[in-house]
């Protein structure tokens, strides 16, 4: 019998309708669309707007429209695997919200908090339960309401972040296609560059944390940047070349929506050409989360069955990781 992988079935996405573009930023904070442009390839992202709207209410369309495209019902669900940074609330989990509204009866679930390596994450523990014979459909989800811990007065930060979310089916899939391979990692030395430093159960929500601004995203860019330009590049190699893989036998390079310049290191480490990159950075920001199902919804009338893809990504935490899969429809 030959092995059963993991593969994706369906996909699909949603961002909110409103669009904050460079130049609403220029009236909000000192900044400017060329600085911005050249900096990180943002023109504009989506904010969800809308009194007690929170990620489950991106993910609900996203997902309703995942089961119609493949044509089943949410009771045929599982496990859902919600991977987000910005849940509706401490708790309970996003996944039991999202279950409960989209009427997946059937279906456990849970949160993954990996950052911006969420989604990968949320991939390649999905796939576990697909590859040992445990479910048939897992339901890994993608998404952040970014919009929601963002300081719009601190500009080195609000202009990056964006809110979207986007969904994949796995399914078990014996001819050969699917998630293939990962390299997962992470390094909690990566805390004090990209973090939020109150609401959490080491320093509580308090008048005091309030007023010092804590419950926002904060982010040492530089630090950031220099960790990520290296390391998403070298985790995307390194699961090339141990599968063998190279920058010919792939059709996709799909990169974490960070910052157009991590993409282009990225791309030139791996010897992917350009026209083989996925970029939707310019209209979404980095959503997070969102940016991977995003990509891949966006590009899934070009993926062709049997299709290499490299995925990788890399977020605060630190956390990074690549995935090797082929496509299977
Ligand atoms: C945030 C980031 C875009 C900043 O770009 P950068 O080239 O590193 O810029 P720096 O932080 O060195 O700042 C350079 C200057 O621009 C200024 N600046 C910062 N944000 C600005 C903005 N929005 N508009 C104009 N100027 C800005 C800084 O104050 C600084 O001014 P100074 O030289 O007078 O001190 C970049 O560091 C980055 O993308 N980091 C990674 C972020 C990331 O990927 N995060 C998500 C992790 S999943």
Redesign the pocket.
Known sequence: MNKIHAAITAVNGYVPDYVLTNHELETM????DE??TT??GIKERRILKGEGLGTSDMAVPAVNGLLKKRGIGADEIDLIIFCTSTPDRVFPATANILADKIGAKNAWGYDLQA??SGFLFGLATGSQFIESGKHKKVLVVGGDKMSSMIDYKD??TC??FGDGCGAVLLEPNDEGNGIIDSVLKSDGAGLPF?HQKAGGSARPTSHETIDAREHYLY?E??S??KF?VTNMAEVAAEVMERNNLTANDIAWLVP?Q??KR?IDATASRTGVSSDKVIINIERYG?TTNGTLPLCLWEWEDKFKKGDNLIIAA???GFTWGSIYLKWAY
């Open positions: 904070v000192d900044t400017n600085w911005i900096r990180t950052t911006c500009r080195a202009i990056i990209l982010q860019g530089q950031v940047f990520a974490h960070a910052n991590i980095n890399f977020g605060g």
